[in-house]
């Protein structure tokens, strides 16, 4: 096997190029228009419309090697890093109230969701129950597939779980603060403008590589992501190095995963997916519900605003929520670290709860 045939995992070269190249075009578009997060957003629905409409390259669909995306995630981790305040301990004493939070919310959203999907959408309990995990998506299918749930069902449920999250809530804060919010409105992420020397391109890299090795190896959640962050967090709040990754990196990283999650969204078969995005959608909806209630309660007592409470406690993906939460600048350090608790409470919790209903 050639090398290029590795690291397009032997799709063909040029659907990989237009692929990207129609993501990027969307991507620009959307931006240019005022979306939210529109390098992501963009190409996300960008590609899911082309594959929908049956765009195809020398007879082959849209498609780009998903593992790509695990390469640039961690530039998301260094970049949220690079904003720990060197009185990051001290501040994160004041979170003990929304983690203890975190605590109740989750049950409840699993209990929430499950009662929905089961008599409302008529799923399997088996389906309903790991579909109702309100984080942990590969957990999720795990214990879904050794417990005979549906799987196309589970997969469109937890799937559409992360990208309504994407969608909505930079939509939804738009429209509460009643004007453009985060990169629509100019915004500036929490990057580096000024150039980067070689000495603080090896010590960024080196963060992002180590983090992620010795975060897979001690199996923390979202270990792409949770590892850099880490590290590079260590490394700032020290005062080891005072660099960030450029704008244009965080950028081309949002590219990447809006193009690699319009890609994987446009392969679910028609058969129920209007089914799941109705069910999918009132659920979400149901935890954002809860998400604003705790935000109004505890958002004073943490100090933090309301819409990063809410942000914290979202059932999307931590990569995503961490690069909603640049983009709203917001904290993106307290939003990611109540994600990294969410997935080990909501995977806790539904092993708990699968061993209660088999006892």
């Avoid at 003990?96 to 989750?106: C, G, K, N, S, Y």
């Amino acid at each position: 096997m050639s090398r290029l045939a590795r690291l397009t995992d032997n799709l063909s070269l040029s659907v990989v190029l237009v692929t990207f190249g129609l993501g990027g075009i969307c991507g620009l578009v959307a931006t240019w228009l005022g979306l939210p997060l529109g390098m992501l957003l963009g190409p996300m629905i960008g590609i899911t419309l082309a594959a929908r409409l049956g765009l195809r390259v020398k007879s082959q669909p849209l498609a780009v090697p998903q593992k790509w995306r695990s390469v640039f995630i961690p530039i998301v981790g260094v970049a949220i890093g690079a904003s720990f305040p060197a009185d990051f301990v001290t501040q994160a004493q004041r979170w003990w109230m929304t983690m203890a939070a975190l605590v109740a919310f989750i049950p409840l959203a699993q209990f929430l969701g499950y009662q929905f999907y089961r008599r409302v959408g008529q799923l399997t309990p088996s389906t309903a129950y790991y579909a109702a995990m309100p984080g942990g998506f590969i957990e999720a299918l795990d214990m879904g597939e050794r417990d005979g749930a549906d799987m196309p069902m589970l997969i469109m449920l937890q799937f559409l779980r992360l990208i309504l999250c994407i969608v909505l809530i930079p939509i939804v804060f738009s429209l509460i603060e009643g004007h453009a919010v985060g990169s629509a409105a100019g915004v500036a992420l929490t990057t580096s403008h000024d150039p980067l020397t070689v000495w603080d391109v090896l010590v960024l890299t080196g963060l992002g590589a180590a983090g992620y090795f010795t975060a897979t190896l001690m199996r923390l959640p979202a270990a792409v992501l949770s590892g850099p962050l880490l590290f590079s967090g260590i490394a700032h709040a020290t005062g080891f190095t005072h660099a960030a990754p450029p704008f244009w990196a965080v950028l081309v990283t949002q590219w990447v995963m809006g193009t690699s999650l319009g890609v994987r969204l446009s392969g679910f078969t028609r058969g129920e997916a209007g089914k799941a995005v109705l069910l999918s959608s009132v659920n979400v909806a149901l935890m954002l519900v809860v998400a604003a209630v705790f935000g109004w309660l505890l958002a004073d007592r943490v100090g933090q605003p309301i819409s990063a409470v809410i942000l914290a406690f979202a059932p999307g993906g931590v990569s995503e929520m961490a690069l909603v939460a640049l983009s709203l600048h917001l904290s993106a350090v307290f939003v990611t670290m109540h994600h990294l608790a969410r997935i080990l409470l909501a995977v806790t919790t539904a092993r708990l709860g699968t061993k209660l209903m088999r006892g």
